[in-house]
């Protein structure tokens, strides 16, 4: 089965420029999580979805975060505007339900920010 | 609050020596256990889990016990290859808490010919 899809790969900006991610979770997952990993630091979750729904966005920064799944399926993060210290990558991750079940993750986004 | 705290890295190792990463974790309630590793240009993969105390999780000749007396869960390993090279990432999710995933900072292995 595809993977968890995730673009793009790399990204560079200025501060204060805005930018956007996209990913395509694993076919039949009803749950999709965003996750910010900076450099030297285990991922932190910042938003996770069930089906269209937010379960959890207690760690996303809402004045510059947002995220958006519509049709319950793809889903984009943007950042706008960014700072130097949003540099990080962006993983992406899809589970079947909600629950204690396993979570897959794509390659992720390289966002560096200038 | 739940926290994952790991050994830093990174480890070196000979091929074919044993390997021990520490992970030792706080939760406030009931957690579930996992190691993800992470090779290098891909993303995150789930390496093992366990969901109860004494359980053990294995995969690819990697072990962890869910120790609930000694709140650990390391990873072990008798005999590393140098494809084992990658950073490896201790988690926890809390039964009931949406499957959100706390992690440890990550242990950079290195083995070596």
């Known amino acids: ?114 | 609050g739940n926290s994952v705290t790991q050994m830093e890295g990174p480890v070196t190792l000979s091929e074919e020596a044993f390997l021990t990463i520490n992970c030792t974790y706080t939760a406030t309630g009931y957690p579930s256990l996992f190691w993800y590793v992470q090779y290098p240009g891909e993303g995150l993969q789930l390496l093992l889990k366990a969901t109860k105390a004494d359980d053990k999780g294995s995969n690819k000749g990697f072990e962890a016990t869910y120790r609930k007396e000694t709140t650990s869960f390391h990873l072990e390993k008798g005999s590393v290859q140098v494809s084992d090279s990658a950073v490896y990432f201790c988690a926890l999710t809390i039964t009931g808490g949406g499957n959100k995933l706390t992690f440890g900072t990550g242990t950079q292995l290195k083995v070596e010919l």
Do not use: M
């Open chain 1, 1 to 114: 089965e595809a993977g968890v899809a995730q673009s793009p790969r790399y990204k560079i900006i200025e501060k204060r420029q805005s930018v956007a991610f996209w990913c395509n979770p694993i076919s039949g997952h009803a749950t999709l999580y965003w996750y910010q990993q900076i450099l030297g630091q285990g991922p932190k979750l910042l938003i996770q979805f069930q089906n269209n729904g937010v379960v959890d966005d207690s760690q996303l920064p809402k004045d510059r975060f947002s995220a958006e799944r519509l049709k319950g399926v793809d889903s984009t993060l943007k950042i706008q505007p960014a700072k130097l210290e949003d540099s990080a990558v962006y993983l992406c991750a899809s589970s079947f339900r909600t629950g204690n079940t396993e979570a897959f993750f794509g390659q992720g986004t390289r966002l560096t920010v200038v």
